[in-house]
């Protein structure tokens, strides 16, 4: 890499991993190389014996902590950042263990345009899958609460973009890099929401940091080959997912709020695949979704986001769009 480096660290979670532990391997040795320090690799009480492997493999270059209690996504990032605060740089990120960065000189480019303007608090670029098409480029919400993933399942010849680094909505969990400064102003002085598990995390804040007026950036050029979700079975994605979008729908403030379950009905027919296993457990995942904010609604409701005030599309026929396509795919 070039010697003007900036220096980061940074955060990546580890659970249940050794059915595919030579992704991991790739993965961990992937951000060791662009971190100035061991990196922190929170093990979220695997019981395959994964923390241990990791390591075991890596010894100084890492830091392994091991919960005793698998906190989820979210919970895992929080923990580690409260722990290691005074140990993280300035400008650190966070990754998922499915993650393989195969651009060392992009990550030092985006820490420098994140150091170089104040308004960027978060910044990434162009995930792929391995098969080399989009798996994220950030994602914009329109004006009903929709999401809509940039290019996803496009190649880079397919996906044109008008300029060289653009202003989103929020940027995908699997990369990101943060000013650490920038956190305290969170709810909870927390990364996210530590009670969101899985899918409440890179939204939330995201959205939360646009609302403040800062900008999550995405640089248009491809930095890391992302797997994706592949410590999940498809019931337990369903059932995350049900759950994450339950509370979506109360502390998202849009007309989407009101048209619940239009929304409903869209995600399900896109997750269940005429698989009735996975769809029960997305609609319980729904159901302990407002449960959990019902219960919890004080917390909640610091992470009100009114959707007016965040970057997003100006494209109101997004919903019917997105339905048509369910549909037509049913």
């Known amino acids: ?3 003007d480096k900036c220096n980061i660290t940074g955060i990546v979670v580890n659970y249940n991993s050794m059915n595919y532990i030579d992704i991991v391997k790739k993965s961990i040795e992937s951000l ?19 923390g241990n492997y990791i390591y075991d493999t890596f010894q100084d270059e890492v830091v392994v902590l091991a919960l ?22 300035e400008i650190f990120f966070i990754a998922n263990n499915d993650l393989i960065i195969i651009n060392e000189e992009l990550v030092n480019k985006l820490c420098k345009i994140l150091l170089s303007e104040k308004s960027i608090v978060a910044i990434s670029a162009i995930l792929l899958w391995p098969s080399g098409k989009i798996n994220s480029a950030g994602f914009l919400i329109d004006k009903l609460g929709f999401f809509h993933n940039l290019c996803e399942g496009l190649t880079l010849n397919e996906c044109i973009f008008s300029r060289d680094f653009i202003p989103v909505s929020f940027l995908s969990g699997a990369f990101t890099l943060f ?56 019931v337990a994605k369903g ?28 995600i399900y027919t896109r997750f269940s695949f005429n698989n009735k296993e996975i ?41 019917f769009k997105r339905i048509t396509k369910f549909l037509i795919e049913r």
Request: no cysteine; proline share 3%.
């Open 68 to 89: 005793h209690n698998n906190y989820g996504y979210a919970g895992a990032i929080d923990i580690a950042y409260k722990r290691f605060n005074n140990y993280l740089s």
């Open 179 to 234: 000013k650490k400064k920038y956190i305290t102003l969170l709810p909870e002085n927390m990364v996210f929401p530590i009670r969101g598990f899985m899918y409440l995390d890179d939204i939330i804040t995201g959205l939360y940091f646009s609302q403040l007026g800062f900008k999550n950036l995405v640089v248009t050029e491809p930095l890391a080959i992302h797997y994706e979700s592949i410590s999940l079975t498809s």
């Open 239 to 266: 059932y995350l997912l049900g759950r994450a979008l339950a509370i979506q729908r109360k502390i998202i403030i849009s007309p989407a709020s009101r048209i619940t379950l239009t929304y409903k009905y869209a």
């Open 32 to 50: 060791i190389s662009i971190s100035d320090k061991p990196i922190i690799v929170v093990d979220n009480n695997s019981k395959d014996g994964s």
């Open 279 to 319: 769809a029960l457990a997305f609609l319980q995942g729904w159901k302990e979704g407002e449960k959990e904010y019902k219960n919890h609604m004080e917390y909640w409701e610091k992470y009100k986001i009114d959707i007016n005030n965040v970057v997003k599309i100006d494209e109101n026929l997004a919903i």
């Open 1 to 3: 890499m070039s010697t």
